[in-house]
């Protein structure tokens, strides 16, 4: 690839990782891309690095502006190691004369790297610091999604180089919004808000406030994966700003394992009495669907009902490993229950419910438990139960 300029001064200096598909468990079939941005101002400054294996993209990137011998600067803002993982490789050959970092930044990056004589710079919200035409504001965003998370402002050209917010996990050679598949590239938007930020919604309500409040001007955004917003600014805003309210759409979820397809004829007629409603729904197995595709489809929907036979006095495991991750990223404010054929014991419906109580869905329906095989009669219940749901979905769709 080649470098890109982003603004007069900024440009591009990343690696696209055409072939990663897991991303610590979080499926990855477009790729990724690690982002690093040169200015090339009076003071040379490298916003950010890219993950070890690719520290060779990064120097070619550079090397088509400048030595990188020549680099002033070093601005971390986030230390995960797909973003610092070449930072030691990249000190050795610059030896920079500043590394601006927030004040979790420094002890995370000493945590990672155990360099103490690194030139640390700590700065803090609302620092600037001048590159010469250009000049640099910090924002912290402390947990959005790590303690060392911040962004840094550049105002003369109202952009915001956003660490992880706003990306995507999307590999291409466009590397602005306009010019890429704009509906893969937004879905991998939700998706990355979906596995990555569902938890810390709080604060992303708390950030689009902040940014209100002090009046920041933003007409690019630039974070470290994907493309750059420059055309659709206001589409990834109001995205972030609906993700992170949890609203949820007009919709339903069955999400379901099954071991000998009585689970899964429970789940089709759950299916059927929310379709009776005239709710959008959908059908999801987990032996066929990743679990970072089902979160992404969670992330949309008003309500969630999971079906689990019972295995071993529990859930089959995959319901069980879904149930942990959705715990881990904790949606909230959806309507749910729960269904699952058992044999002599039949534990799954309460797990499955406790799971959904913890996360403080409203659980609408103690849930339906069927033993063995279903005939067409023991399906009227879990019927009955889709138009329970669905009415609860038309419900909170008018309030
Ligand atoms: Fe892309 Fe939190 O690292």
Request: glycine residues 6%; contains cysteine; aromatic residues 10%.
């Amino acid at each position: 690839m080649n470098t890109v300029p982003v603004t007069d001064t900024l440009h591009w200096v990343g690696a696209v990782d055409w072939n990663i598909r897991d991303f610590h468990g979080y499926s990855t079939y477009n790729g990724t891309t690690y982002n690093a941005y040169l200015a090339m101002d009076e003071k040379i400054a490298l916003f950010d690095t890219v993950r070890k294996t690719m520290v060779s993209d990064l120097f070619h990137h550079i090397q088509q502006l400048t030595a990188p011998e020549k680099i002033d600067y070093i601005i971390i803002n986030h230390v995960e190691l797909d973003h610092s993982g070449s930072l030691p490789e990249v000190i050795e050959r610059v030896k920079p004369e500043k590394i601006f970092c927030s004040k979790m930044g420094k002890k995370t990056l000493i945590d990672h790297f155990h360099r103490e004589d690194w030139p640390f710079e700590v700065v803090a919200s609302g620092d600037t610091i001048s590159l010469g035409k250009k000049s640099v504001q910090f924002l912290e965003t402390r947990m959005l999604h790590w303690p060392d998370s911040m962004m840094s402002y550049i105002p003369e050209d109202k952009l915001l180089i956003s660490s992880d917010a706003f990306g995507q996990h999307f590999a291409s050679s466009g590397r602005f919004d306009d010019q890429v598949d704009f509906p893969a590239m937004f879905h991998e938007a939700a998706k990355y808000y979906a596995n990555i930020l569902t938890l810390y919604s709080p604060l992303v309500r708390k950030l689009i406030a902040k940014v209100k409040e002090i009046d920041l001007d933003i007409r690019m955004i630039a974070p470290d994966h994907g493309v750059v917003w420059r055309s659709n600014v206001a589409d990834i805003l109001d995205g972030y700003e609906r993700w992170s309210r949890n609203a949820g759409q007009n919709k339903a979820l069955v999400i379901y394992d099954t071991m000998w397809k009585s689970t899964e004829q429970m789940a089709k007629a759950v299916l059927t009495g929310i379709d009776s409603q005239g709710i959008p729904c959908e059908l999801i197995n987990l032996a066929t669907t990743h679990r970072s595709d089902v979160m992404t489809r969670v992330l949309e929907a008003k309500a969630v009902v999971l079906g689990s036979s019972t295995l071993n006095n529990g859930l089959l495991p995959r319901m069980a490993g879904f149930l942990m991750y959705m715990r881990g990223l904790r949606p909230t404010n959806k309507i749910g229950a729960a269904f699952g054929s058992f044999g002599w014991s039949g534990e799954a419906v309460k797990l499955m419910n406790e799971a959904m109580e913890e996360m403080k869905f409203d659980i609408i329906d103690p849930g339906i438990r069927i033993k063995y095989v279903p005939d067409h009669d023991a399906l009227a219940p879990c019927v009955e139960l889709g138009i329970k749901i669905g009415a609860a979905v038309k419900a909170a769709d008018t309030e």
